[in-house]
DNA sequence: TAAGATAAGAGGGACAT
DNA sequence: ATGTCAGTCTTATCTTA
């Protein structure tokens, strides 16, 4: 009684009949004789595009029509048309504008779950196979869960890329419960950026209000040592120099992975092994440069 | 080949305007 | 809100042992 109708000349692909009709609200195509629907929405919510400034986002047009309709049901569900007429084009009773208003109220609260509901559909999916690539535990992934439907509440996924987020929800879900993923483990598994990657994760911890602790350059030590193979006895001396280093309050403001390849690279030398800058480099995921500019730094500040 | 040095460039935080 | 500044890390290239 609500769908608004007119006929294209297509005939269906099920019964063949020549009664394609197009509702209007939709878009969608279906055969008025079977109820066949030969074209369905194609998946895609969000705009393909982020803006980082407000300049940006004021100059920066968007593209393809921003209906709700390919947001909403992938235009497979059926939306309560807004002319109060029946089927056959006769307005309808008084009492039963009533109940049609009603119902449109309440179609209208189910597509805006919809869109969540798919937007969160989307973000786990992606969050599972990260799960396994990654090697985390289910409290991590909860916790992602968790953080992200509260970046939905509110409404920090719109305008950022649903991916982006998800990697920072799951980077500060591992910072705070001090599994050492960095940055770089989730940005070359879910293929996003780190530079975008750490701007999510700024305004998460902004808006969300989030108090992360620092990176225990520790921590990241025995992760770095089994990567590169190196003893427990190196490892245990790499611990006491960076315990050092910590004390002297030369630490702060340093990349705790390239600390704790740093500490790993001396307690080599001290313990007469001869690993190569590069492999240690690689295995914290700095570069050598930077490993080197850590030693130097160690070097002078505890006179190794 | 490994290690060290140097320079250019990017991104972000602190601070002043 | 915008610009500048010091400090960090990365990439690339060259030199040295």
């Keep these: 009684m609500v769908l608004q109708t007119f006929n294209i000349s297509i005939s269906c692909a099920r019964c063949g009949k020549n009664l394609m009709l197009t509702d209007n609200t939709t878009g969608e195509r279906f055969c008025g004789k079977c109820g066949y629907v030969i074209s369905e929405r194609i998946d895609e ?5 982020r803006s980082f ?6 100059n920066r047009a968007r593209t393809g029509v921003p209906t709700s309709l390919t947001m909403h049901d992938m235009g497979l569900a059926t ?3 807004y002319e109060n007429k029946d089927s056959t084009g006769k307005p309808l009773s008084a009492s039963m504008k009533n109940i049609v208003k009603r119902l449109r109220t309440w179609d209208s609260r189910s597509q805006a779950h919809k869109t969540t509901d798919r937007n969160l559909r989307h973000a786990f999916s992606e969050l599972n196979r990260l799960q396994d690539k990654l090697a985390l535990s289910d409290a991590i992934i909860e916790k992602t869960a968790y953080l992200y439907r509260k970046a939905i509440d509110k409404g920090l996924v719109r305008g950022r890329s649903v991916l982006g987020i998800v990697a920072a929800t799951l980077y500060i879900a591992c910072r705070d419960s001090g599994t050492p993923r960095t940055l770089t483990d ?4 879910i293929n996003i950026k780190k ?5 999510c994760y700024r305004v998460l911890l902004r808006e969300l209000e989030l108090k992360i602790p620092l990176v225990d350059p520790i921590k990241s030590i025995s992760r770095i040592a089994s990567k590169a193979g190196l003893s427990e006895k190196v490892e245990r001396r790499a611990n006491t120099i960076l315990k050092n280093a910590i004390e002297m309050e030369i630490t702060s403001g340093k990349d705790p992975m390239g600390l704790a390849a740093a500490a790993l690279y001396l307690s080599c030398l001290m313990n007469g092994k001869n690993t190569s800058q590069r492999v240690i ?4 995921g700095v ?3 930077t490993l080197r500019n850590r030693c130097k730094g160690l070097r002078v500040s505890l006179k190794l």
């Design 195 to 199: 530079k975008d990657i750490s701007r």
């Design 186 to 189: 989730v940005s070359s598994e």
């Design 287 to 289: 570069t050598e440069v």
């Design 79 to 81: 939306i309560i048309g």
């Design 53 to 58: 400034t407000q300049d940006e986002h004021s």
């Design 281 to 284: 480099a690689l295995a914290a």
């Design 45 to 49: 919510s969000g705009p393909e595009w």
